[in-house]
């Protein structure tokens, strides 16, 4: 049963590897260039100020490699389900050749577990393999960069990106299952999953960890943007909270109270004064800034929490499918 | 004699029709089995369930003593063409051998490679490019080369031109007789009685989702008989004759007769039945069964 499974997956394995390795010689050209520059210009800079410019020229650099490394992020989990999951048992249930298999000396519960297991493993694998040789590759950019936890990072990199593929393939086996035609079951697949991927961050993760709150003295140099509303000549301050590498929920200005009713705007931060006497007039209003959030340090728990959701949904499909093919199918 | 293949009141349902119903068979061992009957008849449904595929709605079916599928052993001892002779497109023909050969106990490598040469395949050809001949010939050979007990075959040369189904079914008569060592039980299905008459000496016909006659051809022969007379109802024959089908001209009365007796009326011409009449006889009866010839339906 190895054999036949390994005889099917060959041509796959084959792209697969390929498709790795070339993407290895790449990642393993460029990389130590960009941590080279890093190393160089962005720690040096670090001691003495601001690395605004040193730090865009790192991010200008290899933007090819980079746009491409994130391409392969989202795709790759996708086109596991949808060339490796969905044909699995859909192209024998299409051709028939389902027939042949189950009426070997193997039995089907064994011929349909050593598919799953072997090809699962193979997905899991591919996903692990470039998810390592992204995140190494990106660790110097990520220092720089928004904050790994952030909903625009997160999937980039880390371990997530097997659960992902564990999901996807096993979705594709179970819509192939019961769709049983092989291009109907990718479509399905393609649809389903990339419903789950991005109703995940927004919906989901967020509430895996309750956030943490914190309420500090309105610092002024964090201020973003102070409007005034009509007709009440409302003041409003939104402020941009310096917490390094964190997911931002919500940052908000109150009083020192705690209401977010901040009242009337002070003349000076009407329209024919200057900022500089605004910003002085909002120091002196003893003004709050409340944010939730997430800190960058729980990134790993972020991660293995979202890993273990996505696995033990594909471990729940492939015990139905598993049940499925033993009671049901043919 | 024990059976191969035993059935007690098989039925097999799909959603609110019974494709399969009340089926009670007992097919002996060391017999080749024609299994006849319309498209649609429960045919195919029949042989999944013996092999395995399907599982039964109502009833039981045991297959070499287990109901299937039992355990590995058992499927290894039942060898199975499906319908349109299902191969891995992709795979080459020596890839199947492969396959045949670790995925069963007993592989005859051997058997298989030889009959492989005698059919003139190329091992190195993918299945998908081989003719619908060949293909059927490599499932063939997939099935006879894991030394089966029970060999089953669904429609295997409904696709097939004339000459190839000719020389499958030689192929099949062959490789079936050159296992002296053991008993080979065989069992195939057709719509066409005319692919098996050659080769079967056990018939079972299936119309209607129901078993309408099983039985040894050539007992089925001698107490079946063509009655040709005057016109008459064929409720006027006495019993222990049993009309199968009754065909009427506005003179003449056409019978298809059952009994295990002789047949003494002098009013009828009594001639020997070929085994396609018979067979369309129950055929028609089971695909009909409220519309049984009656005299008033030819007037």
Redesign the interface.
Known sequence: ?T??TW??FRAQTVVASAGLAVLAIVLVITGPQLAHTFDTTVIGCRAHGDCTGVINALQRQDTAVQDLTRLLMYVVPAVIGLFWGAPLLARELE???Y??????????V?WFGVKLVLTGLASVATAGLLSLMVTWWWSPLERVGAGRITPGEFSQGGIVIIGYAAFAFALGVTTGLLIRRTLPAMAVTLAIFVAVQLAVPFWVRPHLIPPLRSVSALNVANIQGVSIRAPGNELFVSAGPNIPGAWIYSAQVTTAPGSTDLGPSPAACGPNSGYNQCQATLARMHLREVVTYQPASRYWTFQWYETAIYLAVALVLAGFCWWWVR?RV? | MTAVLETRGLGKQYGRRWALSDCTLDIPAGRVVGLVGPNGAGKTTLLHLAVGLLRPTAGTIRVLGDAPPANPAQLARVGFVAQDTPTYAGLSVADHLRLGARLNHNWDAGLASDRIARLGLDPAQRAGKLSGGQRAQLALTLAVAKKPELLILDEPVASLDPLARREFLQGLMETVADQQDEEVSVVLSSHLVTDLERVCDYLIVLAGSKVQVTGDVDRLLATHHLLTGDRRHPATLPPGQEAISASHTDRQTTLIVRTNGPIHDPAWTVSAIGLEDLVLAYMSRGAAPERRPALEVQR
């Open positions: 049963m054999w036949l005889r099917q051709t028939g050749t027939r042949l298999a189950w009426t070997q000396g193997v039995t089907r064994r009671r043919a």
